[in-house]
């Protein structure tokens, strides 16, 4: 089976709003639905799991109710960090005795266009080397510093830089492994295939459209509109 895990708990801080920016609008919908519509309209995904904080439960639930988003399994309460609300999805899933050789699509719900194609490449990769990820080569120069002063350590090479999105897919029995470990040697990290490099096991970078970009200041959501019209105009379709 593939389970999608839609992340939906964050908050509104960099985009200057009080609510939970999946509940912000693009075109005429909740950027959440068009994250959802997405993985619930791919066929290779078999159910959908969402995390969200327990305040926008029912709000979510009325969306997924209004616009008969399919493949739902359950919305669970996010716990405080990402990691920790993916991992309580994976006990989740073991407790149901989901098969080890299934995959977790682990997606950032505020990545809406990321398209079916892009989602068959990422799994064709995770189906051979076990984990994979959706992103970017770097087109900035990153410089790393060393204090909270920010004088520069060193500047490492532009060519081998990459920028993680999602999904990032991972097969069941190696995100358990990966998790557990993290838990119980209290590594954290803000992406799940970081854990997975901390077991030591491979993840293989897929690139990506650029217009599969997390939604995080409100300027986004003014390219997010403009991507929408021009995917709806070109295909009809914003996924395809």
Known sequence: MNIAVICAGGNGERMKTKENKIFLSIGDKPLIYYTMKTFSEYDK????????????????EAL?????IGKVMAVEDAYRTRQESTYHVIEKLKRMNLSSDS???????????????????????ARKYGASLLGFEATDTV?????????????????SL???????????????????DASDKRITATDDTTLV?????????????RENFKITYPQDLDLAGRIL????????????
């Open 45 to 60: 995904v078999d159910g959908i799991i969402i995390t969200v904080g327990k305040e926008n439960i029912s709000q979510l």
């Open 64 to 68: 997924i109710e209004q616009y008969e």
């Open 103 to 125: 995959y977790l699509l682990i997606h950032n719900a505020v990545n809406p266009f990321v398209r079916h194609a892009e989602l068959d490449e990422c799994l064709l990769a």
């Open 143 to 159: 410089k790393i510093v060393k204090d909270h002063d920010h004088f520069i350590d060193h500047t490492p090479n532009r060519a």
């Open 162 to 180: 990459w920028i993680a999105q999602t999904p990032q897919i991972i097969r069941f029995d190696i995100a358990v492994k990966a998790f557990e």
């Open 197 to 209: 490099e901390a077991i030591h096991e491979k993840v293989k970078f897929v690139p990506c459209s």
């Open 229 to 240: 019209t021009k995917r709806v105009k070109e295909t009809n379709c914003w996924y395809a």
